[in-house]
């Protein structure tokens, strides 16, 4: 089993920084891509930031520039660094991890469970 636990939203005031992680755990032997996307009340999912194994980080437009996307290979953790939220920013908040489990030869998407993240004006 795999699982991706997400932890770091909550409400913030416009202007504001929240930090979310997202912790691999389970028969892992590699990861792959790690990813942020959002989901806003009445809007598609969107695929806010990912970052490869060897660090090269892309970025959605709306977020180039406030938000910084990390990992921790070791700890096989994802980081999102948002700052100078916006209202716009309110959204679920996903993690996703292409995974190669342990004995297996191919990589799966995994997702988070979610974290909300709310943005005040």
């Known amino acids: 089993q795999v699982q991706l636990v997400e932890s770091g939203g909550g409400l913030v005031q416009a202007g504001g920084s929240l930090r979310l992680s997202c912790a691999a755990s389970g028969s892992i032997s590699r990861i792959n891509a790690m990813s942020w996307y959002r989901r806003a009340p009445g809007k598609q999912r969107e695929l806010v930031a990912s970052i490869t194994e060897t660090g090269d980080a892309t970025y959605a437009d709306s977020v180039k520039g406030r938000f910084t996307i990390s990992r921790d290979n070791p700890k096989a953790t994802v980081y999102l660094q948002m700052n100078s939220l916006k209202p716009d920013d309110t959204a679920v908040y996903y993690c996703?991890?292409?995974?190669?489990?342990?004995?297996?030869?191919?990589?799966?998407?995994?997702w988070g469970q979610g974290t909300q993240v709310t943005v005040s004006s």
């Open positions: 996703n991890a292409d995974i190669r489990r342990l004995y297996r030869a191919d990589y799966t998407p995994y």
